[in-house]
């Protein structure tokens, strides 16, 4: 079965940086976009960046200017390059695979903290 495995997560201080991974550990058929998501205690998930086809991207007014969305598709991975980080980032962070076909592949989630 394929699954999305995140890694990069932990807790810095403000102003630092993280480099979150995720790869899928199987073949995904027709990938259109990939993305990440975040959601704090109490608060809905929100998109924080998107990539489509290796080229275009889009992000949250919040994140734009300080996050990075790339990918790799060799490796079946996406990255999220996050510096400058605010305490408002603190959250569990989650990638996101959209399929053609409408199927929707989710990470397990990774915490983010930054605090002083």
């Known amino acids: 079965q394929v699954q999305l495995v995140e890694s990069g997560g932990g807790s810095v201080q403000p102003g630092g940086s993280l480099r979150l991974s995720c790869a899928a550990s199987g073949s995904i058929f027709g990938i259109k976009a990939m993305g990440w998501h975040r959601q704090a205690p109490g608060k809905q998930r929100e998109l924080v960046a998107a990539i489509t086809g290796g080229v275009r991207t889009n992000y949250a007014d919040s994140v734009k200017g300080r996050f990075t969305i790339s990918r790799d598709n060799a490796k079946n991975t996406v990255y999220l390059q996050m510096n400058s980080l605010k305490p408002e980032d603190t959250a569990v962070y989650y990638c996101?695979?959209?399929?053609?076909?409408?199927?929707?592949?989710w990470g397990q989630g990774t915490q983010v903290t930054v605090s002083s």
């Open positions: 996101n695979f959209k399929t053609a076909d409408r199927i929707d592949y």
